[in-house]
């Protein structure tokens, strides 16, 4: 796997809350940008292995895409991954959740191609990288506001 890009970053939330908002891929497009929607299409319950989402996605070449995104692992409150049918680049998200104090967190995510591609791992993912990575920096902030709101409304 090639990574793509990746944030960590320090939240004033209960690993429980944080784990509760990734794992529920319905709301990625709440603080993930290039997310046009996203919705379940199986009845497994969010943050188990084997819930498949629809995302739709902007993609900086093409307009939009469509892509079938499977829970991979989950381990409640630590990690959560998933994995998209998305050729050639084949996604890979991965979260991790660290407790680093009281009612505070270290939230790395990252972003992987599986593609084991020359031709993808020369022409596309340096344009990958560099609009994911600007994403994932978005990302971080909106999800950072999204988990700490409820701290600052109290």
């Known amino acids: 796997m090639t990574l793509i890009a990746r944030t960590t970053t320090a939240i004033k939330c209960s690993s429980e809350s944080a784990f509760s908002v990734v794992s ?11 997310v046009k929607s996203i919705k379940s299409i199986n009845n497994l319950p969010h943050g188990e292995v084997g819930k498949k989402y ?4 902007s993609v900086p070449i093409g307009g939009e895409k469509e892509i079938e995104i499977t829970v991979k692992e989950s381990i409640r409150f630590e990690r959560f991954v998933t994995e998209g049918r998305f050729l050639p680049l084949l996604p890979r998200m ?3 959740i660290a407790n680093s104090g009281e009612n505070e967190i270290s939230l790395q995510w990252s972003m992987y191609s599986r593609s084991d591609s020359m031709a993808v791992k020369i022409l596309l993912l340096p344009l990958v990288k560099k609009t994911m990575q600007k994403r994932a920096n978005v990302g971080s902030v909106r999800l ?11």
Do not use: A
């Open 94 to 96: 991965e979260v991790v």
């Open 24 to 34: 529920n891929m319905e709301r990625f497009g709440d603080w993930f940008p290039g």
């Open 54 to 57: 629809l995302e739709i996605v």
């Open 144 to 154: 950072k506001r999204l988990l700490e709101r409820p701290l600052l409304d109290d």
